[in-house]
């Protein structure tokens, strides 16, 4: 059994991780508005692509070698992630304009717990007590209250609600898999290895030619695959060694409510009070989340 201070370091390297993809939004949003008009899908591949020398640097400077050391197995579920993680960027940003970013985003980020969850219950024999699944439920509705709050028009598109639950199946496969290798390998070197065969597939469906950035553009992709990407996916696969891959799908919650903290105080968007009240239900049934795992 875990000790209590190890899964307690476990469960706030997730919260950290889930912590920084909450300024992914912000971030793109400067990429993709105004006057760089970035595709968003394009810059998910750059953060990526980028990502990855980064990782193998330190990967070398951990292991001192430039081989991972991983056995068949686990280079081949690995490589199913690295499939996972390219997919959820394409099927996610594929259900956008069909649904709108509300309704992407909900039906992603709110079914990735609940597919982990039965994913990790067949898979992986992981188990949880009723009030563990109270709290999860409790945070995937303060989620819905949260980004639903205020909804737009309804696009009922059912190909771009399929392509949003596919990028949450996606994520969950994401999750299942690190999980089955992380207690068992180094967590750089298993990035590394995702991270490659993500890019590598990212780039080989670009449709887009990539453009010429510039000055702040630049900064911000490079913050994109520094900050959210290396360094969030090493403390969250350093985080599944130890946390259950349920536990941690639903600790990635805390995203969307950072990022709608942020898209308040620094982009002077107005919350519903409906939205507050589904800020506070999630925030709160995350702390239950953390604590009955």
Not at 21 to 41: E, H, R
Not at 109 to 119: D, E, M, N, V
Not at 216 to 223: K, V
Request: overall charge positive; glycine content about 10%.
């Amino acid at each position: 059994m875990t000790s209590a201070p190890r899964h307690l370091k476990g469960v706030l390297s997730i919260a950290l991780a889930a912590t920084l993809w909450g300024t992914i939004g912000l971030v793109v949003a400067v990429l993709s508005g105004g006057t760089t008009g970035t595709d968003p899908l394009l810059i998910a591949c750059g953060r990526v692509a980028l990502a990855v020398p980064v990782l193998w640097g330190w990967h070398r400077l951990r292991a001192q070698r430039w081989q991972v050391g991983l056995t068949r197995t686990h280079g081949l579920l690995l490589g199913a992630a690295g499939l996972a993680f390219a997919m959820y960027h394409v099927t996610y940003f594929a259900a956008i304009p069909r649904v709108g970013l509300t309704y992407a985003v909900l039906l992603n980020i709110c079914t990735a717990p609940l597919f982990t969850l039965g994913i990790a219950r067949v898979w992986l024999g992981e188990r949880l007590h009723a009030p563990q699944v109270l709290s999860i439920a409790l945070a995937i509705i303060g989620c819905v209250v949260l980004i639903g709050g205020t909804p737009a028009a309804v696009r009922l598109d059912p190909i771009g609600m399929l392509l949003a639950v596919a990028a949450g199946l996606c994520y969950s496969l994401l999750a299942v898999l690190t999980r089955r290798v992380a207690p068992e390998a180094d967590p750089v070197t298993i990035q590394a290895v995702i991270m490659s065969v993500a890019a590598v597939v990212l780039l080989l469906g670009l449709t887009q030619t990539p453009v010429v950035l510039t000055g702040l553009p630049w900064l911000s992709l490079l913050y994109l695959a520094i900050v959210p990407t290396v360094l969030s996916y090493v403390l969250y696969t350093r985080g599944l060694a130890v946390v259950g891959a349920t536990t941690a799908a639903s600790l990635t919650l805390l995203e969307p409510l950072v990022s709608t903290m942020l898209a308040v105080g620094v982009l002077g968007e107005r919350m519903s009070a409906l939205s507050w009240v589904g800020a506070v239900v999630l925030g709160m049934s995350l702390l239950l989340v953390a604590r009955r795992s």
